[in-house]
């Protein structure tokens, strides 16, 4: 089953969440069998009146990372279904979700935007679970909003500033792009082999960014717009992000990749920062983790939100 549900996020913005998998059955018992449909004519407000008699299953809610969507965790979020109701969401600018070029893409607006999700989905308190951008707002709304937050993980993104320089390279790195690419074949191999941003040959970046192009009249380009991007990512790249990581109170897993864009000096220092940190490590994987090694992270991943988001079993 994939079912879209749609939210509005802050300014009235149309946002596309999406569901990849039947939630587990409610109540205790329903949680060790298998999956159920959704009752007809079931939404949100039915969702937050089950919720209020202790009735559903824990929610999660999925966040990519800049240039993402929540296509891009539909594996996760079909394990995750077994235990939770798992929701992924297109963020403002990406995937299906509105992109209008007035819009506001700052941090402000991003966090906001979960919120409402959240609140219109009736998930909370629920698990964060953010690649990246994504990541961050997941953070920086767990330390706004306590009480919507019981547990977060934190996939490869940095607290620190990374600098005007590193939007500079953004910037010719979108110019290099050679768009429209033929087929979502080239499109593979282009982001998989041949992007001279690569230190060697990573497929799995090669279907990351397969899933984010759409076919028009001249061939296949992305879903987003490049201008969008380096506005969102402007937001965040020139700050550090400490103070807002030392106030998240709840049980937060920090998982790097070895080869991934999150040091591990810097990533233990997350964790210590963090009041209830936990560091994980996922080998021969790189930014895209979920992507890289699914199994790796769901063998990390899966324990901590068992511990932290228990179930009744």
Request: proline content about 7%; glycine content about 10%; some cysteine.
């Amino acid at each position: 089953m994939v079912r879209r549900i749609d939210v509005t996020g802050a300014d009235g913005i149309r946002l596309a969440a999406w569901e990849f998998a039947d939630p587990p059955k409610s109540g205790p018992e329903g949680l060790a069998g298998p999956a159920a449909p959704e009752a007809p004519g079931q939404g949100p407000g039915a969702a937050r009146a089950a919720e209020a008699q202790g009735a559903e299953p824990p929610g999660v809610l999925l966040l990519h990372g800049l240039m993402g969507r929540a296509s891009h965790w539909a594996d996760t979020a079909r394990w995750l279904a077994g235990r939770y109701r798992a929701v992924a969401l297109d963020q403002r600018g990406h995937g299906r979700s509105d992109k209008p070029e007035d819009a506001r893409y700052d941090r402000e607006a991003y966090v906001a935007d979960a919120e409402a999700a959240l609140e219109q989905l009736g998930l909370a308190p629920v698990a964060l679970v953010g690649h990246a951008m994504g990541a961050l707002t997941a953070w920086q709304l767990a330390a706004k909003r306590p009480d919507l937050v019981q547990a977060l993980v934190i996939s490869d993104m940095r607290a620190s500033a990374l600098g005007e320089q590193s939007q500079s390279e953004w910037e010719q790195w979108f110019a290099s792009w050679p768009v429209p690419f033929a087929t979502l074949g080239d499109v593979r191999k282009w982001f998989g082999e041949d992007d001279p941003a690569l230190e060697r040959s990573r497929p799995s970046r090669g279907e990351f960014f397969a899933e984010v192009m759409e076919e028009g009249e001249d061939g296949w380009r992305p879903v987003f717009t490049p201008r969008v991007m380096l506005r969102a990512r402007e937001t965040w790249a020139q700050d550090a992000h400490w103070d807002e990581l030392g106030q998240v109170r709840c049980p937060t897993l920090v998982v790097r990749g070895l080869d991934g864009e999150l040091g591990r000096a810097e990533a233990q220092e997350m964790v210590r920062v963090l009041p209830r940190g936990i560091y994980a490590e996922v080998t021969e994987a790189g930014h895209l983790i979920h992507y890289d090694q699914p199994e790796e992270w769901r063998r990390v991943v899966e324990p901590f939100l068992q511990a932290a988001l228990p179930t009744g079993h």
